[in-house]
């Protein structure tokens, strides 16, 4: 039965402005720099899952058996949790409709304690680098934690030039034998992915792929002492998405050239730590339209209004697509040296 409500003229003007104000103000919606959340699940030793199915990544926090344990503990008391961003912390929109469902955050608790710091205190954790998201309390974490090795050696030592290449061609080969865009494996993710907008390689078919790997990835360490470069088909089949900065480059990078892109790995680096991100090659799209695409693709998740990439004197455009940018063209971090590898090519370069 629909039942039929007259009004005055005056009632349907104060209706609709009423409306025009909820509409525009994102009346009812949460917000996440002023709400409390309830968490559903703890994830990792950083992570959390909210009850509306975002993922919290604790800032400067380095998961381990530990940390994972003091969130278990934390988690059983049943607390609601406030979110405070960094100043670096891209703006992010909350909405149903939203593909990017990760944030980077410090975590408060009702009482105002900082999940983050306090498991710093207690020396559970070392400080995860790199960082991009830590600036505002870095130097007071820093107190808390020793990141720096025992001695300061390795820092300043300069190993000789051979030795140096020597590296080189061993990173190429391994990333050769990692970046395996032709397993079925592979191939296969990537088309999952990718055929969400079928058709020729396009710029919304990189957005689907980077959402598909970036909302779904755990972030977890290399084995102590050593460089471990996963298969692009283990990293699906085995390891359920999960690995460190250069693992997540390689399947970015498989990912990429298994549905007919081109791409690059980067290894960047600075005084402190080392960093491995993916660019693609974006030139055959024309900026301003790959700018046009993104910015429609992730309308419901950032405000983007410019995008950041390479290009080089021939006139390629390498579009930036490192996890911490949290969406194709985000900004590059930071670093002072950075070596372009190209497995599918057996080629690797100094950038100028």
Known sequence: MIILTRYSKYEIA???LLS?????TSCGRKDFRRDFFTVREVISGNELLLV????VTLIGIEANEETAHYLEEWYASKQKIRLTFDKKTPFYRLSGRSKNKRVYAYVKDKKGNCLNTDMLKKGLSSIAFPQPYLSDSLEKYLSYVSFMPETNDEIYFKPEKEEVLSQLESHLSNLKSACDYMSPITRDFAVSKAGNNPGEFNVRQICDIFSGIYTNWKYVNDPYGMEFFSPASRTIASSNLSGDCDDFAILMYSSILAIGGEAQIIFAFDENSGHAFVEVNVSQFGINNVLDQISG???NDFEIDEIYYREEPSGTIWLNMDYWAQHPGGKYMDSNRQI????HKNEYYESN
């Open 20 to 24: 025009t104000i909820c509409f525009t």
């Open 340 to 343: 372009l590898f190209l497995p």
């Open 52 to 55: 509306n199915d975002y993922k």
């Open 297 to 299: 693709y992730y309308k």
């Open 14 to 16: 104060v209706i609709i």
